[in-house]
């Protein structure tokens, strides 16, 4: 027989419309937003607006899960698509003015499908879901600056796009080698770190 607050986490686990799974939905339709702003309108200043919009209210829905205890099985998946695809899409309309962003946006491509694939494999196998790590956050983190500096900063000096492309990509193949072992080993092992 179930508890109530086992009733209560289990209610939430498979909720669908919760704060936080609106907003991950909100930025998943934002993404044509700043494509048509950036890339037809060609008006960076409210594209990279939008994006700051969009990474605030990552911020919030993570906020709102934990303390709220909203966390829901639909949010798990839904959080991290609207991040990557956000990233991916504000990566391709930079492609547009900036040759070089064909390296991260690649990279990501590669990092994810890896990830995608190798963590469904650890699900499979151990029936835990493993969270970002550090070097991930900082890989986010870093994305997210350059991209945002390159959206305001219309005539960004070559040198500087060049440097900042490059700590990007470092940063991805270093989480991508770390997520890697550690994937790798989990699928070995067959159970958790």
Same mark, same amino acid.
């Given at each position: 027989m179930k508890t109530r607050s086992g009733e209560r986490s289990n209610d939430i686990q498979s909720k669908i !419309?919760? *704060?936080p799974n609106i907003l991950s939905f909100f930025r998943l339709c934002l993404i044509p937003v700043i494509m048509w702003l950036y890339c037809v309108e060609e008006n960076y200043f409210w594209a990279g607006g939008i994006l700051i919009l969009s990474g605030i209210t990552d911020t919030v829905d993570g906020f709102v899960a934990r303390r709220f205890h /909203?966390? =829901?099985?639909? +949010?798990? /998946? @839904?959080d991290p698509v609207a991040d990557k695809m956000t990233q991916a899409a504000m990566l391709f309309c930079l492609l547009t003015r900036f040759p070089l962003m064909i390296l991260p946006l690649a990279l990501m491509v590669v990092k994810e499908t890896f990830m995608g694939v190798t963590g469904l494999l650890i699900i499979r196998r151990t029936g835990s879901v493993f969270g970002a790590d550090w070097h991930g956050k900082v890989t986010t983190w870093l994305l997210y600056a350059m991209m945002i500096l390159h959206v305001f900063w219309f005539n960004i000096p070559v040198t500087v796009s060049r440097a900042l492309t490059g700590a990007c990509v470092i /940063?991805?193949?270093? =989480?991508? *080698?770390?997520? +890697?072992?550690?994937? @790798?080993?989990? !699928?070995?092992? +067959?159970?958790p770190e």
């Open positions: !419309l919760t *704060i /909203m966390a =829901s099985d639909l +949010g798990k /998946m @839904l /940063m991805m193949v270093i =989480s991508l *080698i770390l997520y +890697g072992r550690h994937n @790798l080993k989990a !699928l070995k092992d +067959g159970k």
